[in-house]
């Protein structure tokens, strides 16, 4: 079955940090696009970072650029979402997204095809 699980969720004080993992089974995420996604209670899901299969392309949105790096660990076959300076705007639900290289825009955040079920970040004192 092919999946992918997000983990490293949590409660987190303004200014504080947190690393977000997505691991795959049944697929190896080297060869895919991988996207992290966001989405607030009330507010419509947000495409936030994007590494190509590659990790010689990455975006990130606007909201998050210079807080926010995405990363590859082919060794642990991983991808990895560093959150820096969270601010409680960025709660959220945080997903990741895997697509074929010929199917994904990366900086469109669309064309993925394999997606996990998200872990929550709560940024509040």
């Known amino acids: 079955q092919l999946q992918l699980v997000e983990s490293g969720g949590g409660l987190v004080q303004p200014g504080g940090s947190l690393r977000l993992s997505c691991a795959a089974s049944?697929?190896?995420?080297?060869?895919?696009?991988v996207a992290w996604f966001r989405q607030a209670p009330g507010r419509a899901r947000e495409g936030i970072s994007c590494?190509?299969?590659?990790?010689?392309?990455?975006h990130y949105a606007d909201s998050v650029k210079g807080r926010f790096a995405i990363s590859r660990d082919s060794a642990a076959k991983k991808v990895y979402l560093q959150m820096n300076s969270l601010e409680p705007e960025d709660t959220a639900v945080y997903s990741c997204?895997?697509?074929?290289?010929?199917?994904?825009?990366?900086?469109?955040?669309?064309?993925?095809?394999?997606w996990g079920k998200g872990t929550p970040v709560t940024v509040s004192a």
């Open positions: 997204a895997a697509g074929g290289t010929s199917t994904v825009s990366c900086a469109g955040y669309y064309g993925f095809d394999y």
């Open positions: 049944g697929f190896n995420l080297d060869y895919y696009h």
């Open positions: 590494v190509s299969a590659s990790g010689g392309y990455i």
